[in-house]
């Protein structure tokens, strides 16, 4: 069954330093999805990619973060200069897109840990 | 999208069914119905989703009630595996709409 890929793990690192988290989304898969989620709280929605661009984000998605698709197999999100309150789990989707509502398909996530 | 309201939590025994249930009152003609399980330490996985009739697959069936305002998640046998949050939510998903995450149901599973 196709899945989505997700590296690292678990990434530690200090305060301030860039981070790029890694996502291989299902191939054919036309929306990429990060998604993160704080230790003991909600799935929070970060930003939706779709043809090369952002097509939506949320208030969390600041100039800090940025999203990148760079050779048709990848799907970064890159944290320019983490912040304590960036530790949290970051989830990748996609989805098709083809015709009505189609599943999101997640990852099984980064772990990101800002010492 | 549509707010939803879902227990906080629920408790089964192993082998018997679940209905978990969804209210989601201010329901959009155009918005479909999606269930989504998160395992512990896990990213979540797509359960279900419907528009308007009962829809049925190989995880569990979703019930939509006549005026599309609650559905129900029904689970026919838990068992441990199932333990999981549950989340309802409703959204119109046209081409890559975003999904919404609530707080969900935490379901527990007990011999």
């Known amino acids: 069954e196709p899945e989505v890929t997700q590296t690292p793990s678990h990434q530690v690192t200090q305060m301030g330093q860039e981070v790029i988290l890694r996502c291989v989304p299902i191939s054919n898969h036309l929306y990429f999805y990060w998604y993160r989620q704080i230790l003991g709280q909600k799935v929070e929605f970060l930003v939706s990619?779709?043809?090369?661009?952002?097509?939506?984000k949320s208030e969390i998605f600041d100039d800090q973060f940025s999203v990148e698709r760079p050779d048709g197999s990848n799907f970064t999100l890159k944290i320019r200069s983490t912040k304590l309150e960036d530790s949290a789990m970051y989830f990748c989707a996609s989805r098709a897109g083809t015709g009505g509502p189609g599943e999101l398909f997640f990852g099984e996530g980064s772990r990101l840990t800002v010492l | 999208d549509a707010k939803t309201t879902q227990p906080n939590s629920m408790e089964s025994n192993e082998e018997e069914p679940v209905h978990l249930p969804c209210n989601h009152s201010t329901i959009s003609g155009t918005d479909y119905i999606h269930w989504y399980r998160q395992l512990p330490s896990q990213g979540p996985e797509y359960v279900i989703h419907g528009l308007t009739s009962n829809v049925n697959n190989r995880m569990a069936s979703l019930a939509i009630a006549e005026d599309r305002k609650s559905s129900t998640l029904i689970l026919h046998r838990a068992t441990l595996r199932d333990a999981a949050v549950y989340y309802c939510i409703v959204s119109f998903t046209g081409g890559g709409n975003k999904l919404t995450f609530g707080t969900g149901t935490q379901l527990k599973v007990e011999l």
């Open positions: 990619f779709y043809n090369n661009e952002i097509s939506e």
